[in-house]
């Protein structure tokens, strides 16, 4: 009777811990311990841009650029991760950025490397 009482709670806890887990590699990012490179407004200053560069023990360098909406009291969220060392940022009107040849209309896309541009958050 004990064994049939153990065996799915040692599946949940499997379940949860591997869910941790896969929360903690690939969606937070609160983990990364960031040096922060420069920032960038934006033509009309609704938005800015600050790029940080993490500072994790991982071999390849990791690139976060954070939005920030300056209309909307001072809204952020993450709309570049990528794999390289360093950002270039340039804006092509008041609502488009380039991030590294990157195309985002400023504020639903975001870069992620895994998954290319995309609408919503990152």
Request: charged content about 30%; glycine content about 2%.
């Amino acid at each position: 009777m004990l064994n049939k009482i153990k065996r799915p709670i040692y599946i949940l806890l499997f379940v949860f811990l591997a869910i941790y887990c896969i929360d903690w590699f690939y969606f937070d990012y609160t983990r990364f311990n960031d040096e922060y490179l420069f920032e960038s407004t934006s033509p009309n200053e609704s938005f800015t841009i600050k790029i940080f560069r993490s500072k994790t023990d991982t071999v390849t360098p990791i690139v976060l650029g954070e939005l920030t909406i300056n209309k909307k009291n001072k809204e952020t969220k993450f709309i570049y991760f990528d794999e390289v060392d360093n950002a270039k940022i340039e804006w092509l009107d008041d609502d488009t950025v380039l991030i590294n040849n990157v195309p985002l209309e400023l504020p639903e896309e975001y870069w992620h490397i895994r998954e290319g541009v995309k609408k919503g958050s990152l």
